[in-house]
């Protein structure tokens, strides 16, 4: 996985089988820079280009600045937070939220700088007697990669922010807490997001960022170059660890990706470690979990855990210590699919010939072996350092979408994701009845999960039989003594395509004010999928306002109930 190895060129990977190639990233001669005048980056994904031209911007003027000021770490990236701008971003949330955010230190890294390091965000309304459903998510393992941190900060921000404002949002946060530490490598992102002066492969000197990778602690016994010491923090997880027979990571102390001189070595680690201990259930793991691998975690297991890197427009799962499938693959490979969807990623994970090389000690790989739960990874854009223009267009709202997709299996992950997802979810005022709402949704088992370039998924095959409608409570606390409940049918002949469904619900004895409106789509084979919700104003008892979800997936064909 780019971000978690040295970097590789495609065409190199493409010829090279399973071996690694490691490229020298060195510095384009000066008349190289000449003829590319700032700020023009090719990508990094074009064979044809040099390493160095994804490196940093040419013939920048010394700033004077320090980086540690609270903004972007060079206003070509105006759009990314340095790292004491993501902590006072979070800090600032938890001021404006107190009912729903709170940030705590989970520990210091090896600089500690000021105690910052150790940061992390929660944000739920759910009280701890409600039993929430828990997501970790993780960014900025790799210093040098500038769009994961801001990518998950703005996660968090647009979770507190659309609190009552967002159906969706709003039932997530009362059942669910979702955790998030931006930058697992506060100490190598400070190194990464500092403009200096760097020895070049041909003895020149550049200016610019150091794509510094690693953390920054150089161990008692350092022999390694300047620019080469330090240990990769996803390497350092205790699955697989130090196995060099797959190739997944490095003994050498010098190398890009270095695992360190023990599983977890690394205090960055550790409290990574010990934190998702304490969040995922204890009654869920495994206890041998390398002797047990093959054996399946099931349908009944909770936790999200996603890992966000940057670059290549990938998205993985378990396994990525060697290229096989893990015993859980239809559900694991459902949620890469799905996740896939949005941004249109290509799937890099075991049994699949995308697979580009075996990935040991990693992050991904150790939450769902030791911890049992649903866990994946994205690698987000093109490049470690972005440029803003597509990071914003592209990058950020296409991966949004995905997070927020896994997000909202977190209760039963396994399970949800084998359901049909609810599209296009809509409350309108009801052209039929006084005092009504008309109600149109669409639902599909197999949209996200058929994702072009690969074979149609087992998991979305089924068809889609209902769609049940729930006012004012959420399907899982849902009480047919005291709740209503509407069962939508669909054409027996709709299959596991998109399916439409409309129905015109009373509103009677609704008091005035807003409602929410909950939807959840079951297969043929029984599996509820995730739920999409909205709100919808009853005025005076006579009339609903409309209300539509925060869906984006537009309606196929419609569908009379039967």
């Known amino acids: 996985r780019f971000s978690r190895s040295c970097f590789l060129l495609p065409a190199l990977i493409a010829s090279s089988g399973r071996s690694i190639i490691r490229i020298r990233v060195g510095v384009l001669p000066s008349a190289a820079i000449a003829s590319h005048p700032f700020p023009r980056r090719p990508s990094p994904m074009d064979p044809s280009a040099s390493c160095e031209l994804s490196r940093t911007p040419w013939n920048l003027p010394r700033p004077n600045p320090s980086p540690r000021a609270s903004t972007a770490p060079y206003p070509l990236f105006s759009c990314f937070r340095d790292l004491q701008g993501t902590m006072d ?7 404006e939220h107190p009912d729903l955010v709170a940030v705590s230190d989970i520990g210091d890294s090896y600089l500690k700088h000021s105690g910052e390091a150790g940061q992390v965000v929660k944000i739920t309304a759910a009280h701890a007697t409600d039993d929430p459903a828990k997501v970790f998510v993780t960014g900025g393992h790799h210093s040098r ?6 990518l ?3 996660l968090a921000e647009r979770l507190a922010k659309g609190y009552g404002v967002d159906a969706d949002i709003t039932w997530i946060l009362d059942t669910t807490e979702i955790h998030i530490i931006t930058h697992v490598n506060p100490d190598g992102r400070v190194k990464a997001e500092t403009l200096d002066y760097y020895m070049g492969a041909d003895g020149n000197w550049v200016y610019g960022f150091s794509l510094w990778r690693k953390n920054v602690n150089p161990g008692s016994n350092n022999t390694c170059p300047s620019q080469a010491f330090g240990v990769d923090l996803n390497r350092n997880y205790d699955w697989w660890w130090g196995n060099l027979t797959f190739e997944g990571a ?3 102390p010098c190398a890009s990706d270095y695992h360190g001189t023990k599983p977890e070595s690394k205090p960055k680690v550790q409290a990574v470690v010990d934190y998702a201990k304490g969040l995922f259930p204890e009654g869920q793991r495994k206890g041998d979990p390398v002797a047990e691998m093959n054996a399946p975690y099931g349908e009944d297991i909770t936790g999200v855990f996603v890992d966000v890197h940057s670059s290549g427009g990938l998205t993985y799962y378990p396994w990525g210590h060697d290229n096989i499938t893990s015993a859980d693959n239809d559900s694991l490979e459902a949620l890469g699919r799905k996740m896939s969807h949005y941004p249109e990623h290509v799937l890099w994970a075991g049994g699949h010939p995308d697979f580009l090389y075996p990935v040991s000690g990693d992050a991904s790989d150790y939450m769902y072996a030791h911890l049992g739960v649903a866990s994946a990874g994205l690698e987000i854009g093109d490049d470690f350092y972005q440029d803003c223009g597509r990071f914003e267009s592209k990058v950020y709202p296409e991966n949004l979408k995905s997070l927020m997709y896994a997000i909202k299996l977190a209760r039963r992950p396994n399970a949800l994701v084998k359901g049909p997802d609810v599209f296009n979810l809509t409350a309108m005022p009801s052209p039929l009845r006084a005092g009504g709402i008309q109600v149109t949704a669409s639902a599909s088992d197999s949209k996200l999960v058929n994702i072009p370039g690969y074979a149609e998924f087992p998991t979305g095959d089924q068809d889609v039989v209902k769609v049940e409608l729930y006012l004012n409570v959420h399907p899982d606390k849902y009480d047919a003594d005291k709740d209503k409940m509407y069962t939508l049918l669909p054409d027996a002949s709709s299959g596991s395509g998109m399916v439409s469904f409309k129905e015109s619900i009373s509103t009677n004895g609704l008091g005035s004010g807003r409602h929410a409106l909950y939807a959840q789509a079951t297969d043929s084979d029984g599996y509820p999928g995730p739920i999409s919700s909205v709100f919808f104003v009853v005025n005076d008892n006579k009339r609903g306002k409309s209300g539509k979800s925060s869906k ?9 109930k039967v």
């Open 152 to 154: 998950v900060m703005r």
């Open 145 to 150: 990669e500038f769009a994961p941190p801001e």
């Open 89 to 95: 971003a979070m800090f600032d949330l938890e001021k």
């Open 552 to 560: 984006t997936p537009k309606s196929a064909k419609s569908s009379k």
């Open 250 to 252: 490095s003994d050498d």
